[in-house]
């Protein structure tokens, strides 16, 4: 008896081997009886439009991913709340949130619909600008100007209190996850994935500011002084264009979780061999 009775199916559209994986993933889920939705994307190229639903629509018991971060990140964007477990087959660059190589994508499904797994709970965050709710991110919070290479003008806000002001290409405002990401480019820490806390970060800041770790119970407020023309980036993929004078982006610790399928506890591996040293160095 199988832990899952519906899958739900994304991939990379622009590689041949991922979307032969899908198909075969497809199949051998079908032999197992399971009730699969395909993300319409894909649908096409392995000939199963007749199971092609939009991600808004998704209700299954379980998401498997094929692909990069990139992947899962877009997926987590669109699909209704609260979201499944999530089985993350790396096809990326470096696929640092996935936990399965190509190679083990058929005995991973197995084990996991065999319920032979632990749940890697991530905490997200949630956004709003001037009261308009945003899509819960995974990784960051990013706002900026409109116009490339034009200086944001900010004031920063912890539960009602200004504490700071920032001049800077942007803000970014990462969870423990997003923490490896955009922002850790940026010169942000790696945050322990079972820290309660989240981080902001400038980018290329025109003053000193350094990185600043927040306790999760906090509210941070970005009141943008100028340029008048804010754009708003949730994960990479939803933007939001804010043409308001000061405006007010606020982020908090979401209600929501995004949660992963480990089969064993390798943050740190992940951390050292994909981010760190992913030609195979040491420190």
């Not at 009775?5 to 899908?22: E, P, Q, W």
């Not at 949630?126 to 995974?138: F, I, K, Q, R, W």
């Not at 955009?182 to 800041?205: H, K, N």
Request: proline share 7%; aromatic share 6%; charged share 25%.
């Amino acid at each position: 008896m199988t832990v899952f009775k519906s899958v739900g199916i994304t991939a990379r559209n622009d590689r041949k081997k991922a979307l032969d994986l899908a198909k075969e993933l497809l199949n051998h889920l079908e032999e197992r009886g399971l009730s699969i939705v395909v993300d319409p994307e894909i649908a096409t190229h392995i000939d199963k439009v007749n199971v092609a639903v939009p991600l808004e629509q998704w209700r299954p018991d379980l998401i498997i991913t094929i692909g990069g971060d990139g992947t899962i990140l877009r997926t987590c964007i669109h699909i209704p709340k609260p979201e499944p477990p999530i089985l993350a087959i790396n096809m990326g660059e470096r696929g640092f949130l996935a936990e399965v190589s190509p190679k083990d994508a058929l005995q991973a499904v197995d084990r996991s619909l065999d319920g032979k797994f632990t749940l890697e709970r991530c905490k997200k965050l949630t956004a709003s600008v001037e009261g308009e709710a945003l899509p819960d991110a995974l990784n960051e919070i990013f706002i900026s100007a409109d116009a490339p290479v034009k200086l944001l003008y900010a004031n920063l806000w912890k539960d009602g209190v200004r504490i700071l002001d920032c001049r800077a290409d942007g803000v970014l405002v990462a969870s423990p996850t997003g923490s490896t990401g955009y922002s850790i480019a940026a010169g942000g820490p790696v945050l322990d994935p079972e820290t309660g806390v989240f981080v902001i970060t400038s980018v290329c800041p025109l003053t000193p500011f350094p990185p600043i770790v927040f306790s999760e119970n906090s509210t941070l407020t970005v009141e943008v002084e100028r340029p008048r023309n804010v754009v708003v980036v949730v994960d990479g993929y939803y933007r939001k264009l804010v043409k308001k004078q000061k405006p007010h982006v606020t982020v908090a610790k979401s209600d929501n979780v995004t949660s992963f399928i480990r089969f064993k506890r390798e943050f740190y591996r992940r951390l050292k061999s994909r981010l760190l040293y992913p030609k195979g160095g040491r420190c």
